[in-house]
């Protein structure tokens, strides 16, 4: 006789929705480094900005360029803010999905353990009545003998 799981459809349930856990954080990471990436541009960015500014202002402008240049300076501190909020609110996500995954992952891992036991117990049975039926056999055999 072969083993049969029992909960062998749950098992298969859990171990699908741990790969899907796996895929959302591998999402949030992604849409994490992303924004990483956009925050590190646009402060690069700025920089080169205010770099090209104080260049222009070392030979001079109007008024009319300098407020110019203060509502880019007003612009790139608004989207590094934004960024940075992204930011958080991305790493939020991460957390959130690693705890997904790790109760996903502990759910699998409890099946499995029970899968593991009711192995042992089905070849512990399997031995016994194996035993059992050799001990029958001796018995026969030495029955058959004595008569």
Known sequence: MAFNFRYQKV??????EEDEAKKILASKLADMERIK???SKIKH???????KILNEMKEGVDAKRAASY????KWYRDEIN????MLVGAKRA???ARSQLMLATQEVKKIEKLRENA????????EKAMNEMIEEAV???????NV
């Open 70 to 73: 203060n509502r880019f300076k």
């Open 37 to 39: 990436q956009e925050l």
């Open 119 to 126: 192995y042992n117990e089905y070849k512990f049975n399997e």
């Open 45 to 51: 960015d700025k920089i080169a900005f205010e770099q």
């Open 11 to 16: 098992l298969e349930i859990r171990i699908k």
């Open 94 to 96: 991460v957390k959130q």
């Open 139 to 145: 018995s026969f055999m030495s029955a058959k003998k």
């Open 82 to 85: 934004n960024f940075e909020m």
